[in-house]
């Protein structure tokens, strides 16, 4: 079958299995994710149709929404490729993608590397950070009914990632655990360059918070 075919299957397939889904974990955030691999890949050697498939099906089943379950996504994006007579060797490499994308905590091990999954992590990551990233935390946040911020907690930059899983934190404190690591963990010389814009807004945004919520401004 025509790759670009299958692309559009693809599309078709996670806007039906997105279509209740989170409004930070919807078709859109996959869309977004799938813009920024497509302009990642222009500066990368790599092959771009893993890299959209990679894109298009990595949240297709996200554990946080399957009770930590993390092999409900690889699962479901396999029987799918395989319907669409995908090629065992991209099918392999796509579940790899799915599998190693998410950041799952920052103490987490990486075992797999691939060009295309660096191209896909930078995307995703891009996502969680900037104005987008922050109307995303927010949005889970209040979807998990969090506390917007509390000064007796303190971020915990050491959680395993059973913890990180689990964690219960305010949504400010995502930030410190997740949001502001991220500009140091992109693997692509354009995803370094948009996370250094998207960095700084979040920073500036953190600055009225504080001075808000203390009364200063």
Not at 31 to 38: G, H, T
Not at 196 to 201: D, F, K, L, P, V
């Amino acid at each position: 079958m025509n790759d670009l075919l299958i692309i559009a299957h693809t599309i078709s397939f996670v806007k039906k299995e997105l279509a209740n889904a989170e409004g930070g974990h919807d078709w859109f955030h996959i869309e977004r994710v799938y813009k920024n691999a497509l302009l990642i890949s222009k500066t990368e050697k790599v092959d771009s149709f893993i890299v959209s498939l990679g894109a298009l099906l990595h949240d297709i089943a996200d554990s946080k929404f399957y009770h930590g379950d993390e092999t409900i996504g690889p699962k479901k994006a396999s029987a799918f490729l395989v319907s669409e007579k995908v090629p065992e060797d991209v099918i392999a490499h796509v579940i790899k993608i799915i599998e190693n994308s998410s950041f799952k905590g920052g103490n987490k091990k990486q075992s797999f590397f691939s060009n295309e999954l660096s191209v896909v992590q930078d995307a995703d990551r891009l996502d969680a950070i900037g104005a987008v990233g922050i109307a995303r935390c927010f949005n889970y946040g209040g979807f998990k009914n969090r506390t917007l911020y509390d000064p007796e907690i303190k971020p915990n930059l050491n959680m395993t990632p059973e913890e990180y899983k689990n964690s219960t934190a305010p949504t400010i404190n995502h930030f410190y655990e997740k949001l502001l690591l991220l500009k140091n963990k992109m693997n692509t010389v354009t995803g370094k360059q948009i996370a250094g814009n998207r960095h700084r807004y979040m920073e500036v945004f953190l600055e009225q918070f504080y001075g808000e919520w203390n009364g200063d401004l």
